[in-house]
């Protein structure tokens, strides 16, 4: 492994898991606690060189993909009041823990990690991004990993051939075709995950189904209607990756701090 390992942590996919885990009764603090006991138990076992925790901007702006897709994420929960209001105290505890915070700007903080996840990999670093989110998996490579703690496993090569049938370059294509249900991306209606993955096996990806002159009646039939939709699905899917990040490595080093007992 390479002496360099950029570990990015999608922040608000960590931090609302642990918070949703709270007994009703605990305070901002114990969810606190609890992400920093989080954030020190990635750190011992990804031990990284370099390391920040990325944020979504927190306004009402739903960004791009709802410009492309006006339902997208339309029925997401907001963001708990308390937790909203405690995010610059858990950042600050990150920083106190020698972990910098990067706070998205219209983009979707997805689309920073995924900018900075494929800098590093260009030039064979490694690099781990810690989510759950399925998404990242469409930007695996040789030295690029996506961890998923909560599950204590590997969004690897393996986890996408088994859960969705396809290769990773193919993802946006499948959720062009099948959706994605929790973020309200409804892909081609009567088309699911089965379906798109024969279909991608068969012609390489969406523009070559949407194009093909030699289609089964059944799915041309489905298909019918709805080519743009399926674009526009796959466009939201997609991350994007020329994000201006406004920092170099340098800036987000490790260097751990010694924790209070």
């Given at each position: 492994?390479?002496?360099?390992?950029?570990?990015?942590?999608?922040?608000?996919?960590?931090?609302?898991?642990?918070?949703?885990?709270?007994?009703?009764?605990?305070?901002?603090?114990?969810?606190?606690?609890?992400?920093?006991?989080?954030?020190?138990?990635?750190?011992?076992?990804?031990?990284?060189?370099?390391?920040?925790?990325?944020?979504?901007?927190?306004?009402?702006?739903?960004?791009?993909?709802?410009?492309?897709?006006?339902?997208?994420?339309?029925?997401?929960?907001?963001?708990?009041?308390?937790?909203?209001?405690?995010?610059?105290?858990?950042?600050?505890?990150?920083?106190?823990?020698?972990?910098?915070?990067?706070?998205?700007?219209?983009?979707?903080?997805?689309?920073?990690?995924?900018?900075?996840?494929?800098?590093?990999?260009?030039?064979?670093?490694?690099?781990?991004?810690?989510?759950?989110?399925?998404?990242?998996?469409?930007?695996?490579?040789?030295?690029?990993?996506?961890?998923?703690?909560?599950?204590?496993?590997?969004?690897?090569?393996?986890?996408?051939?088994?859960?969705?049938?396809?290769?990773?370059?193919?993802?946006?294509?499948?959720?062009?075709?099948?959706?994605?249900?929790?973020?309200?991306?409804?892909?081609?209606?009567?088309?699911?995950?089965?379906?798109?993955?024969?279909?991608?096996?068969?012609?390489?990806?969406?523009?070559?189904?949407?194009?093909?002159?030699?289609?089964?009646?059944?799915?041309?039939?489905?298909?019918?209607?709805?080519?743009d939709l399926a674009r526009k699905c796959?466009?939201?899917?997609q991350l994007k990756t020329d994000i201006?990040?406004?920092?170099n490595l340098q800036d987000i080093r490790?260097?751990?701090?010694?924790?209070?007992?």
């Amino acid at each position: 492994m390479s002496k360099l390992h950029v570990v990015i942590i999608d922040a608000m996919n960590l931090i609302r898991r642990v918070h949703a885990a709270q007994p009703d009764t605990h305070t901002l603090e114990a969810t606190t606690q609890t992400c920093l006991k989080t954030l020190d138990k990635i750190i011992s076992h990804s031990e990284p060189s370099h390391i920040v925790a990325v944020f979504d901007h927190t306004g009402q702006d739903r960004g791009w993909r709802a410009d492309i897709l006006p339902e997208y994420k339309q029925g997401r929960k907001p963001m708990p009041s308390d937790l909203e209001q405690g995010l610059d105290t858990i950042q600050d505890a990150f920083w106190q823990r020698g972990v910098d915070s990067l706070l998205s700007q219209g983009d979707e903080a997805d689309d920073m990690i995924a900018t900075l996840a494929l800098k590093v990999a260009a030039h064979r670093e490694q690099v781990t991004i810690v989510s759950t989110d399925k998404g990242y998996c469409q930007l695996l490579q040789p030295t690029l990993r996506v961890r998923d703690y909560f599950q204590h496993r590997w969004l690897d090569l393996a986890f996408v051939e088994k859960s969705f049938g396809v290769r990773p370059e193919q993802l946006c294509d499948f959720w062009g075709l099948a959706g994605i249900s929790s973020s309200e991306i409804s892909g081609v209606p009567s088309i699911g995950p089965k379906s798109a993955a024969s279909l991608l096996s068969q012609y390489g990806d969406l523009d070559a189904i949407l194009s093909a002159n030699d289609l089964a009646d059944k799915w041309a039939k489905k298909l019918d209607g709805h080519h743009d939709l399926a674009r526009k699905c796959k466009a939201v899917a997609q991350l994007k990756t020329d994000i201006p990040l406004g920092f170099n490595l340098q800036d987000i080093r490790f260097q751990p701090t010694t924790v209070s007992a």
